[in-house]
């Protein structure tokens, strides 16, 4: 697994494709420059609650029970205040108001020990000097990197880069990725079944899966198991996409064909995987002419297939896209036993929750087997199981990588 992922991570560079969009239009986009940010923000100082804003060199000392401070104006969000205390006094102040001359200090109102219309009164201790005041650049200076080349932008980014005054940015451009099912068996859903054909499941969880990518997706349909059909297939991909990926017709059966056709078309970096599900992938580089496109060929079964996008897909076209999107794992207690043969890695399918002491666990689906599509509906993760990893009691800690987001 290791060695794989190594191999397609060494191989595979970003494309050198930007662009500017609106940023309504930025959501799930790599970005393809960093953001520099053209101001401090916030702008100016201010105040982060609705209180009173006023001298923390007024605020009682040890020796003084409590201090009482003479209102002279209200200070609001959006309205420069033109006024300046003096010792005694503070100014009625609404979160995100621009800080008044003069002061450097907020009292949040319902710390007060008593307020009436043009005084209020503190407590000694309340609040220390320069409580509840937020500072001009304090979270983010003018020319600094607001967000990084690389960045896969989520919602909280697009506010970020709104917050900056940018109504544009400059993203990678979708990829354009085209798949197939090879297979005689396969037939359409809509379609008869005939004796001995089932429905191709595989191109639409492959459509899923890269749509929740942000591809540009090019459905090539079902290919036949026959080595002209493949190679036609195979062609046409390659003038159209950035990426291929295949399903089926990458084991060692008679029919399987696109392995050989990968290797007379371009180069095949490798084709068997010590993992499960999943063992038959193959991933190369097809060119016709001047044209070249990266092949993933995933294996036939339903739930191989959804595994190896998740292990081998997803992060090469990630890669491509000059995205920084590691996998990340988290660790959850095994509610039973799971069987386990050293000299692989395995991914079981997984429910995780939070136990009776509120620490994550999690327990299997049921029957493992790479052909129940089921398991991988009912899960909502994946208990991985290292290569050299036997049996796993109850009780024990195992690494689960989350499918929230993507499958």
């Not at 899966?209 to 036949?224: A, F, H, K, N, S």
């Not at 993992?275 to 294996?299: C, H």
């Not at 590691?326 to 136990?355: D, N, V």
Request: with cysteine; glycine share 10%.
């Amino acid at each position: 697994m290791e060695q794989a992922q190594r191999l397609i991570a060494e191989q595979i560079t970003p494309l050198d494709a930007g662009h500017t969009v609106p940023l309504f239009s930025a959501l799930d986009r790599v970005l393809a420059q960093d953001v520099i940010s053209p101001i401090n923000v916030p702008a100016y100082d201010n105040s982060a609650m609705d209180g009173y804003a006023l001298r923390g060199a007024d605020l009682p000392d040890a020796a003084q029970a409590q201090a009482t401070f003479k209102v002279i104006g209200i200070a609001y969000a959006g309205r420069p205040c033109a006024l300046e205390v003096q010792a005694g006094e503070c100014i009625r102040i609404m979160t995100g108001a621009a800080m008044p001359v003069g002061c450097d200090s907020v009292l949040p109102q319902e710390l007060a020990s008593a307020i009436s219309d043009d005084s209020v009164t503190i407590a000694h201790g309340v609040i220390q000097q320069g409580a509840n005041r937020r500072f001009a650049g304090e979270d983010l200076k003018q020319g600094s990197v607001a967000l990084a080349r690389g960045k896969l932008l989520r919602p909280a980014d697009l506010g970020l880069i709104a917050s900056l005054g940018m109504a544009e940015v400059s993203v990678q451009r979708k990829l354009r990725v085209a798949f197939f099912s090879t297979g005689d068996e396969l037939r359409a859903p809509g379609q008869p079944l005939d004796e001995g054909s089932i429905y191709d499941s595989n191109r639409y969880t492959v459509f899923g899966m890269l749509t929740r990518l942000g591809c540009e997706v090019i459905d090539i349909g079902i290919v036949r198991d026959d080595p002209q059909a493949l190679d036609a297939a195979l062609r046409s991909a390659c003038q159209q996409a950035d990426a291929i990926i295949t399903s089926g017709g990458v084991s060692e059966g008679a029919a399987d064909y696109t392995r050989d056709i990968l290797a007379s078309l371009g180069q095949l970096s490798f084709w068997k995987l010590a993992m499960r599900p999943g063992r038959p992938l193959a991933f190369g580089q097809i060119r016709d002419g001047a044209d070249s496109a990266w092949l993933i060929g995933l294996p036939g079964n339903p739930v191989a297939v959804a595994v190896s996008f998740y292990l081998f897909a997803r992060p090469a076209l990630l890669a491509m896209m000059g995205a920084q999107a590691p996998q990340l794992t988290l660790q959850a207690r095994a509610q039973t036993a799971m069987r386990k043969r050293p000299g692989r890695t395995e991914y079981q399918r997984g429910i995780i929750s939070r136990g009776a002491d509120g620490q994550p666990e999690v327990r299997l689906t049921g029957a493992q087997g790479s052909g129940i599509l089921r398991s991988m509906t009912e899960a909502n993760c994946m208990v991985v199981l290292g290569h050299e990893q036997g049996n796993v009691a109850a009780g024990e800690m195992v690494d689960v990588l989350l499918f929230e987001g993507l499958i």
